[in-house]
Protein backbone atom coordinates (compact mmCIF):
# COMPACT_ATOMS: atom_id res chain seq x y z
CA UNK A 1 0.00 0.00 0.00
CA UNK A 2 0.89 3.70 -0.54
CA UNK A 3 -0.31 6.67 0.92
CA UNK A 4 0.00 10.49 -0.19
CA UNK A 5 -0.71 13.25 1.53
CA UNK A 6 -0.88 16.95 -0.20
CA UNK A 7 -0.30 20.16 0.94
CA UNK A 8 0.19 23.88 -0.55
CA UNK A 9 -3.01 24.78 -2.00
CA UNK A 10 -4.83 28.02 -1.56
CA UNK A 11 -6.04 30.99 -3.06
CA UNK A 12 -3.62 33.01 -5.74
CA UNK A 13 -4.30 36.22 -7.86
CA UNK A 14 -3.64 35.41 -11.47
CA UNK A 15 -0.28 35.63 -12.67
CA UNK A 16 1.29 34.45 -8.79
CA UNK A 17 2.66 30.96 -8.05
CA UNK A 18 2.04 28.05 -5.90
CA UNK A 19 3.91 24.99 -4.47
CA UNK A 20 2.16 21.90 -3.86
CA UNK A 21 4.20 19.23 -1.96
CA UNK A 22 3.10 15.41 -1.86
CA UNK A 23 4.67 13.07 0.80
CA UNK A 24 4.35 9.48 -0.24
CA UNK A 25 4.71 6.53 2.59
CA UNK A 26 4.92 2.44 2.22
CA UNK A 27 5.74 0.75 -0.86
CA UNK A 28 7.86 2.90 -2.12
CA UNK A 29 10.29 0.94 -4.67
CA UNK A 30 11.13 -0.18 -8.11
CA UNK A 31 10.36 1.52 -11.59
CA UNK A 32 7.74 4.20 -10.97
CA UNK A 33 6.09 7.13 -11.48
CA UNK A 34 4.78 10.45 -9.64
CA UNK A 35 2.21 12.69 -10.95
CA UNK A 36 -0.14 15.72 -10.53
CA UNK A 37 -3.77 15.58 -11.33
CA UNK A 38 -6.44 17.83 -11.98
CA UNK A 39 -10.15 17.95 -11.62
CA UNK A 40 -12.18 21.46 -11.73
CA UNK A 41 -15.65 21.18 -11.51
CA UNK A 42 -17.99 19.03 -13.83
CA UNK A 43 -14.76 18.20 -15.96
CA UNK A 44 -12.60 14.98 -15.75
CA UNK A 45 -9.55 14.64 -14.22
CA UNK A 46 -6.60 15.13 -16.16
CA UNK A 47 -2.97 14.43 -15.83
CA UNK A 48 -0.53 18.13 -15.85
CA UNK A 49 2.59 16.65 -14.76
CA UNK A 50 4.71 13.12 -14.47
CA UNK A 51 8.04 12.40 -13.06
CA UNK A 52 9.40 8.97 -13.59
CA UNK A 53 11.87 7.33 -11.13
CA UNK A 54 14.76 7.73 -13.84
CA UNK A 55 14.07 11.91 -13.55
CA UNK A 56 12.01 11.99 -16.81
CA UNK A 57 9.24 14.42 -16.75
CA UNK A 58 5.89 14.83 -19.20
CA UNK A 59 3.40 17.94 -19.12
CA UNK A 60 0.10 18.67 -19.94
CA UNK A 61 0.51 21.09 -23.09
CA UNK A 62 -1.89 23.26 -20.86
CA UNK A 63 1.20 23.59 -18.31
CA UNK A 64 4.38 23.47 -20.59
CA UNK A 65 6.46 26.26 -19.66
CA UNK A 66 4.37 27.69 -16.39
CA UNK A 67 4.42 24.08 -13.80
CA UNK A 68 7.85 22.44 -13.08
CA UNK A 69 7.25 18.70 -11.53
CA UNK A 70 10.35 17.83 -9.54
CA UNK A 71 11.09 15.09 -7.03
CA UNK A 72 13.30 14.27 -3.69
CA UNK A 73 13.65 10.38 -3.99
CA UNK A 74 15.53 10.48 -0.07
CA UNK A 75 12.04 11.84 1.45
CA UNK A 76 10.02 10.50 -1.18
CA UNK A 77 8.25 13.74 -2.00
CA UNK A 78 6.97 15.25 -5.14
CA UNK A 79 6.57 18.88 -6.18
CA UNK A 80 4.65 21.09 -8.31
CA UNK A 81 5.48 24.79 -8.55
CA UNK A 82 2.84 26.65 -10.52
CA UNK A 83 3.67 29.71 -11.80
CA UNK A 84 1.96 32.30 -13.79
CA UNK A 85 -1.14 31.10 -12.44
CA UNK A 86 -4.72 31.04 -14.46
CA UNK A 87 -8.36 30.82 -13.41
CA UNK A 88 -8.52 28.20 -15.79
CA UNK A 89 -5.96 26.36 -13.33
CA UNK A 90 -8.35 26.41 -10.56
CA UNK A 91 -9.18 22.88 -9.39
CA UNK A 92 -8.74 20.30 -7.02
CA UNK A 93 -4.71 19.05 -7.50
CA UNK A 94 -4.51 15.07 -6.70
CA UNK A 95 -1.01 13.55 -6.49
CA UNK A 96 -0.83 10.01 -7.54
CA UNK A 97 1.90 7.46 -7.56
CA UNK A 98 2.04 4.43 -10.26
CA UNK A 99 4.11 1.43 -9.44
CA UNK A 100 5.02 -0.68 -13.23
CA UNK A 101 5.34 -4.31 -12.57
CA UNK A 102 5.65 -7.55 -14.33
CA UNK A 103 2.07 -7.72 -12.93
CA UNK A 104 0.80 -4.81 -14.36
CA UNK A 105 0.43 -1.31 -13.09
CA UNK A 106 -0.87 -0.11 -9.53
CA UNK A 107 -2.19 3.28 -8.90
CA UNK A 108 -2.48 5.63 -6.48
CA UNK A 109 -4.22 8.97 -5.34
CA UNK A 110 -4.12 10.88 -2.91
CA UNK A 111 -6.97 12.90 -1.22
CA UNK A 112 -6.36 16.24 -2.83
CA UNK A 113 -5.50 19.96 -2.51
CA UNK A 114 -7.62 22.82 -3.26
CA UNK A 115 -6.16 25.42 -6.03
CA UNK A 116 -8.29 28.49 -6.44
CA UNK A 117 -6.58 31.72 -8.83
CA UNK A 118 -8.97 34.52 -8.59
CA UNK A 119 -8.84 38.40 -8.38
Known amino acids: ?5 ESG ?4 QPGGSLRLSCAASGSIFGINAMDWGRQAPGKQRELVASIYSDGNTNYADSVKGRFTIS ?4 KNTVYLQ ?3 LKPED ?3 YYCSYRRFGIDGTRHYWGQGTQVTVSS
Open 82 to 84: MNS
Open 71 to 74: RDNA
Open 9 to 12: GGLV
Open 90 to 92: TAV
Open 1 to 5: QVQLV
